[in-house]
Nanobody
Framework: QVQLVESGGGSAQAGDSLRLSCTVS????????MGWFRQAPGKEREFVAA????????NYADSVKGRFTMTRDNAKNTVYLQLDNLKPEDTAVYSC???????????????????WGQGTQVTVSS
Protein backbone atom coordinates (compact mmCIF):
# COMPACT_ATOMS: atom_id res chain seq x y z
CA GLN A 1 0.00 0.00 0.00
CA VAL A 2 1.51 3.27 -1.12
CA GLN A 3 1.06 6.20 1.24
CA LEU A 4 2.13 9.81 0.74
CA VAL A 5 2.42 12.20 3.66
CA GLU A 6 3.03 15.90 3.16
CA SER A 7 4.51 18.27 5.72
CA GLY A 8 5.93 21.75 5.94
CA GLY A 9 2.86 23.82 5.26
CA GLY A 10 1.83 26.75 7.43
CA SER A 11 1.28 30.47 7.48
CA ALA A 12 3.59 32.94 5.81
CA GLN A 13 3.78 36.56 4.78
CA ALA A 14 4.03 37.63 1.16
CA GLY A 15 7.64 37.32 0.07
CA ASP A 16 8.46 34.59 2.57
CA SER A 17 9.58 31.05 1.82
CA LEU A 18 8.31 27.61 2.82
CA ARG A 19 9.57 24.12 2.07
CA LEU A 20 7.10 21.32 1.63
CA SER A 21 8.11 17.68 1.96
CA CYS A 22 6.35 14.53 0.82
CA THR A 23 7.51 11.20 2.20
CA VAL A 24 6.32 8.00 0.55
CA SER A 25 5.95 4.64 2.24
CA UNK A 26 5.04 1.23 0.92
CA UNK A 27 7.10 1.43 -2.24
CA UNK A 28 10.32 2.97 -3.49
CA UNK A 29 9.74 6.22 -5.36
CA UNK A 30 12.70 5.55 -7.62
CA UNK A 31 10.40 4.54 -10.50
CA UNK A 32 7.69 7.11 -9.84
CA UNK A 33 7.24 10.43 -11.50
CA MET A 34 6.10 12.78 -8.78
CA GLY A 35 3.95 15.89 -8.76
CA TRP A 36 2.48 18.64 -6.65
CA PHE A 37 -1.02 20.00 -7.16
CA ARG A 38 -2.89 22.62 -5.17
CA GLN A 39 -6.49 23.54 -4.55
CA ALA A 40 -7.71 26.85 -3.22
CA PRO A 41 -11.18 27.24 -1.67
CA GLY A 42 -13.86 27.35 -4.36
CA LYS A 43 -11.37 26.61 -7.14
CA GLU A 44 -10.41 23.61 -9.22
CA ARG A 45 -7.34 21.59 -8.36
CA GLU A 46 -4.42 22.85 -10.40
CA PHE A 47 -1.03 21.54 -11.37
CA VAL A 48 1.97 23.12 -9.65
CA ALA A 49 5.09 21.10 -10.43
CA ALA A 50 6.29 17.69 -11.55
CA UNK A 51 9.59 15.83 -11.61
CA UNK A 52 10.57 12.66 -13.42
CA UNK A 53 11.90 9.57 -11.67
CA UNK A 54 15.57 10.49 -12.09
CA UNK A 55 15.12 14.12 -11.12
CA UNK A 56 16.51 15.13 -14.48
CA UNK A 57 13.35 16.72 -15.80
CA UNK A 58 10.91 19.11 -14.18
CA ASN A 59 7.86 21.07 -15.24
CA TYR A 60 6.17 24.00 -13.53
CA ALA A 61 2.94 25.90 -13.87
CA ASP A 62 3.48 29.35 -15.33
CA SER A 63 2.13 30.91 -12.14
CA VAL A 64 4.97 29.47 -10.03
CA LYS A 65 7.82 29.29 -12.54
CA GLY A 66 10.90 31.01 -11.16
CA ARG A 67 9.54 30.97 -7.59
CA PHE A 68 8.99 27.28 -6.80
CA THR A 69 11.52 24.46 -7.12
CA MET A 70 10.76 20.76 -6.97
CA THR A 71 13.47 18.25 -6.07
CA ARG A 72 13.64 14.64 -4.97
CA ASP A 73 15.81 12.39 -2.84
CA ASN A 74 15.13 8.82 -3.86
CA ALA A 75 17.33 7.48 -1.06
CA LYS A 76 14.99 9.14 1.45
CA ASN A 77 11.85 8.31 -0.55
CA THR A 78 11.00 11.99 -0.33
CA VAL A 79 10.24 14.85 -2.69
CA TYR A 80 10.35 18.52 -1.86
CA LEU A 81 8.75 21.72 -3.06
CA GLN A 82 10.62 24.92 -2.21
CA LEU A 83 8.23 27.87 -2.27
CA ASP A 84 9.99 31.23 -2.53
CA ASN A 85 8.63 34.74 -2.90
CA LEU A 86 5.20 33.57 -1.80
CA LYS A 87 2.12 35.50 -2.86
CA PRO A 88 -1.37 35.56 -1.34
CA GLU A 89 -2.66 33.75 -4.44
CA ASP A 90 -0.46 30.78 -3.50
CA THR A 91 -2.82 30.08 -0.60
CA ALA A 92 -4.14 26.55 -1.07
CA VAL A 93 -3.94 22.96 0.09
CA TYR A 94 -0.88 21.43 -1.56
CA SER A 95 -1.01 17.72 -2.36
CA CYS A 96 1.78 15.39 -3.38
CA UNK A 97 1.14 12.72 -5.96
CA UNK A 98 2.89 9.80 -7.65
CA UNK A 99 2.54 7.87 -10.87
CA UNK A 100 4.30 5.56 -13.30
CA UNK A 101 2.70 7.32 -16.27
CA UNK A 102 5.61 8.40 -18.50
CA UNK A 103 3.66 11.42 -19.80
CA UNK A 104 2.90 12.78 -16.34
CA UNK A 105 5.71 15.36 -16.31
CA UNK A 106 5.26 16.84 -19.78
CA UNK A 107 1.45 16.55 -19.76
CA UNK A 108 0.64 16.72 -16.03
CA UNK A 109 -3.10 16.29 -15.87
CA UNK A 110 -4.25 15.11 -12.47
CA UNK A 111 -5.87 12.02 -14.03
CA UNK A 112 -2.39 10.72 -14.85
CA UNK A 113 -1.52 10.42 -11.18
CA UNK A 114 -2.36 7.30 -9.18
CA UNK A 115 -1.43 7.99 -5.57
CA TRP A 116 -2.27 11.10 -3.55
CA GLY A 117 -1.45 12.48 -0.14
CA GLN A 118 -3.94 14.24 2.13
CA GLY A 119 -2.40 17.63 1.55
CA THR A 120 -0.85 20.39 3.61
CA GLN A 121 -2.28 23.89 3.99
CA VAL A 122 -0.28 26.91 2.88
CA THR A 123 -1.69 30.30 3.81
CA VAL A 124 -0.02 33.48 2.60
CA SER A 125 -1.06 36.88 3.88
CA SER A 126 -0.23 40.22 2.35
Amino acid sequence: QVQLVESGGGSAQAGDSLRLSCTVSGRSISRFNMGWFRQAPGKEREFVAAINWTGGATNYADSVKGRFTMTRDNAKNTVYLQLDNLKPEDTAVYSCTATTDPMSVTSPGHARYDYWGQGTQVTVSS
